[in-house]
């Protein structure tokens, strides 16, 4: 008799196929009745109590689970099957003999007659101990990455190649005044001007197009207006999901901008006038004579000296001398041009270089100085004023000079000469 004779067989049969299904669908299968006893296991259930399934038919969980751990599944079956409810939850569960502590996410459904009444309950549950302990562990390592990032000195994000964040500190978010939520998924060109967009996006533009680390200082202005200054390191990197990202860890050197700037400009600068130094001047005056040179241009250079200026030392002191050497010094400069260099070669001694002029312009020049100087006071102290005077040589660049420097002792010579004819005048070579 063939199985379509016999519905019985039939019967058996598909039972049979639905065992092997439920025993190889990779998830702990089981029913209960109202008392909690097991009505049916498949395989892995069987394989997790140790017992084959006649007999655990007909038992609950009390022989199998440690009592300790049991009760709030004893409640989520409860609910099942006295209120009906479906659960979804997630059980913990301790074998009895066993220290070893599993997580189920298990979804409970109660079972029902013909009439509607509930009759037991149906579960399917997996195990989900590995993947919590994952859980737990990329928290944990969050936790700390966030910890570490959110405290360390300096400003690090991630962004994407059309330069969107996709994660900021929380550091790189204040610089905006915003949380790193409000940050994530932004671009540059949303949160800053657009010339401090330009000048990030130099780098960004090398990870990207060129590969491998990029590094170089980025300047822009804060919330308060005021310019900071970062060296910035950005190297790409892989992220899932991400076809290209670059990482950014960039550090405010503001600080030791302005230090730098100040060191520079004190390699520069006069100290007390404010205009070059001796260094700066003649190096600016080899500069100069070159493209003369190159360019067949005049150069000329007046070379100037205070009357008279020990006598103001030793009648007023350093201090009012100081404020004379000051007070001429910024008389010079409103007479610069944009291309002129003023420098101070000497205690009382300036210099002027003064490119693409000949020597009649400059003589001209050095006397319109001269002459505004003369109506020029400078408060020496307890009613005392002084009224400098400049003597002023005059020199232009010659064919055959071997360097600035002899330009240089030509209108040293003529000033000396300005001197010798009785001083606030100028002379040339």
């Avoid at 520079?264 to 600068?269: F, G, S």
């Avoid at 001694?349 to 100085?369: G, H, I, N, W």
Wanted: hydrophobic letters at 40%; a negative charge; glycine letters at 6%.
């Amino acid at each position: 008799m063939s199985d379509q004779d016999d519905p019985m067989l039939a019967m058996s049969r598909e039972l049979r196929h639905l065992r092997a299904v439920l025993d190889n669908v990779g998830a702990y299968v089981f029913t209960k009745d109202r008392e909690g006893r097991y009505t049916y296991a498949n395989g892995q259930v069987c394989a997790l109590l140790g017992v084959p399934l006649a007999q655990l038919l007909g038992r609950d969980d009390g022989a199998f689970f440690d009592p300790a751990y049991s009760d709030p599944r004893h409640q989520h079956d409860r609910r099942v099957i006295e209120q009906g409810e479906t659960l979804r939850v997630e059980e913990e569960v301790v074998l009895r003999g066993s220290a070893e502590r599993r997580v189920y996410w298990t979804i409970k459904a109660p079972l029902r007659d013909d009439q509607g009444h509930i009759i037991g309950m149906c579960a399917i549950a997996d195990d989900i101990t590995e993947r919590k302990a994952l859980e737990k562990d990329l928290r944990r390592q969050r936790l700390l990455l966030d910890t570490v990032l959110n405290h360390v000195d300096a400003y690090v994000y991630i962004k994407s190649p059309d330069r969107r964040y996709l994660y900021v500190n929380q550091q790189t978010a204040a610089l905006y005044g915003a949380t790193p939520a409000d940050v994530v998924g932004r671009r540059d060109v949303d949160l800053m001007p657009e010339n401090a967009v330009e000048n990030f996006g130099e780098l960004d533009r090398k990870v990207f197009e060129q590969g491998g680390k990029q590094s170089g200082e980025e300047s822009m202005v804060d919330l308060q207006g005021r310019v900071r200054h970062y060296w910035t390191v950005k190297v790409p990197i892989a992220l899932p999901g991400e076809p290209q990202a670059l990482i950014g860890f960039s550090t405010d050197i503001t600080e030791l901008h302005l230090l730098k700037e100040e060191l520079k400009n004190q390699a520069l600068t006069d100290s007390l006038t404010g205009v070059s130094n001796h260094r700066h001047f003649f190096q600016a005056a080899g500069r100069e004579m070159t493209l003369a040179r190159r360019h067949r241009h005049p150069l000329s250079v007046l070379l100037i000296d205070l009357d008279h200026f020990k006598q103001i030392n030793d009648r007023y002191g350093h201090q009012a001398g100081d404020k004379v050497l000051k007070a001429v010094a910024e008389h010079f400069q409103s007479w610069m041009r944009a291309s002129d260099v003023l420098g101070r070669i000497g205690g009382e001694e300036f210099a002027v270089l003064l490119p693409s002029t000949a020597q009649d312009a400059a003589c001209l020049m050095a006397e319109r100085m001269c002459r505004a100087l003369r109506v020029l006071r400078v408060d020496a102290g307890e009613g005392d004023v002084v009224a400098p005077t400049i003597s002023v040589g005059v020199a232009s660049l010659a064919d055959d000079d071997p360097s600035i420097d002899a330009v240089l002792r030509r209108a040293d010579r003529a000033m000396y000469q300005a001197k010798a004819d009785g001083r606030d005048c100028v002379r040339t070579a």
